[in-house]
């Protein structure tokens, strides 16, 4: 089983960047398709980006996209998520997840894999 780690969480003002990072232990994650999730007090945990297992192809959420880049570090067996221009709706716990069914993507949507990390926290507001 897979441990994913997510780092690089906090609070931020409107308009500013944070860099999250996911490191996995006990596999290698090369092989799998990788994604965020995140959960805003009172919602349901909601796709945010995934990327495939070379990191040529990355999807993300309409609410997202053109904002948040996620990327990959295949040797260092990390998996990251750049945020710029966030925003207070950004706010919520970031959660990575392992092992997306890559088949099951359909235009800016994947369901989720198996493997969670703890989360972190990512507060935007004034």
């Known amino acids: 089983q897979v441990q994913l780690v997510e780092s690089g969480g906090g609070l931020v003002q409107p308009g500013t960047s944070l860099r999250l990072s996911c490191a996995a232990s006990?596999?290698?994650?090369?092989?799998?398709?990788m994604a965020w999730f995140r959960q805003a007090p009172g919602k349901e945990r909601e796709f945010v980006a995934a990327i495939s297992r070379a990191g040529g192809t990355t999807i993300q959420a309409g609410s997202v996209k053109g904002r948040f880049t996620i990327s990959r570090d295949n040797p260092k067996n990390t998996v990251y998520l750049q945020m710029n221009t966030l925003k207070p709706e950004d706010t919520a716990v970031y959660y990575c997840?392992?092992?997306?069914?890559?088949?099951?993507?359909?235009?800016?949507?994947?369901?989720?894999?198996?493997?969670w990390g703890q989360g972190t926290q990512v507060t935007v507001s004034s």
């Open positions: 997840n392992a092992g997306v069914p890559y088949w099951q993507c359909a235009g800016d949507l994947c369901p989720a894999g198996n493997d």
């Open positions: 006990g596999r290698a994650i090369s092989g799998e398709m």
